[in-house]
């Protein structure tokens, strides 16, 4: 399946992915580029080879995406990964998948010097759930609540992540038929977005 950000307006492409996801013993892979792609690959048939394969979703995207440094094949395994840190205990973690990355990247580049902000990829939430506490906390600390998730579909998938101080950047909504540029711009998928979102999730989470 490819993602949708370019779908005709009267498919329901906001909801896909988080529809996927509720389908029990499906896993979900949807890789931010190339390298990313190329990892998950090797993991799908790494997995399919194994004692109790599962049916695997890999979510492709037809836009030209760039290259992203710091793809990881062991992060891309687990599910989700560091990709971008902040030194320390960053003030937001911002999680994206897929052509959303370039837009969690660009908010962390604007927030610099205001908010240390961490990036996940988070390919495959699946697999991510799939590993030990001390990994999961490793790449989201309970320690920072302020957390924002970036991706083009509806933030279901994403709340039990994000918590109560946490904010999602997507679309809650019927989409349209247009060219990626104008639909994340009219639809409010960007890093301006992201950088707002990071705002509001911090103020959030230092406010109590």
């Known amino acids: 399946m ?9 498919r329901r492409d906001d909801v896909a992915l988080a529809a996927l996801r509720a389908i029990p013993g499906l896993d ?7 390298n990313e792609t190329a990892f998950a690959w090797r993991e799908m048939i790494r997995r399919h080879t194994g004692a109790s394969p599962r049916p695997i979703g890999l979510i492709l ?3 030209n995406l760039p290259v992203l440094a710091g793809a990881r094949a062991d992060g891309v395994a687990r599910g989700g990964y560091v990709l971008a840190d902040a030194p320390g205990l960053p003030d937001v973690i911002v ?3 897929g052509s959303e990355m370039t837009l969690a990247l660009g908010a962390r580049d604007a927030l610099a010097g205001e908010l240390s902000v ?25 320690a920072v609540s ?17 918590g109560s101080d946490g904010r ?3 679309l809650e909504h019927y989409g349209a038929s247009a060219d990626q540029g104008t ?3 009219e639809f409010g998928i960007t890093v301006d977005a992201v950088v707002d979102a990071a705002r509001a999730s911090h103020r959030a989470a230092t406010a109590r």
Not at 28 to 34: G, S
Not at 120 to 140: G, H, K
Not at 146 to 162: C, D, K, N, P, T
């Open 61 to 63: 995207s037809r836009q």
């Open 2 to 10: 490819r993602d949708a950000v370019e779908g005709p307006p009267d």
């Open 118 to 142: 961490r990036v996940v990829s988070m390919p495959c939430v699946e697999w991510f759930d799939e590993q030990d506490e001390d990994y999961r906390e490793s790449i989201l600390p309970s």
């Open 168 to 170: 999602h950047v997507g």
């Open 146 to 162: 302020a957390r924002v998730s970036v991706e083009a579909a509806i933030g279901q998938s994403w709340w039990r992540i994000l």
């Open 28 to 34: 979900v892979v949807r890789p931010a580029d190339a």
């Open 95 to 97: 999680v994206a998948t």
């Open 183 to 185: 639909l994340y711009r």
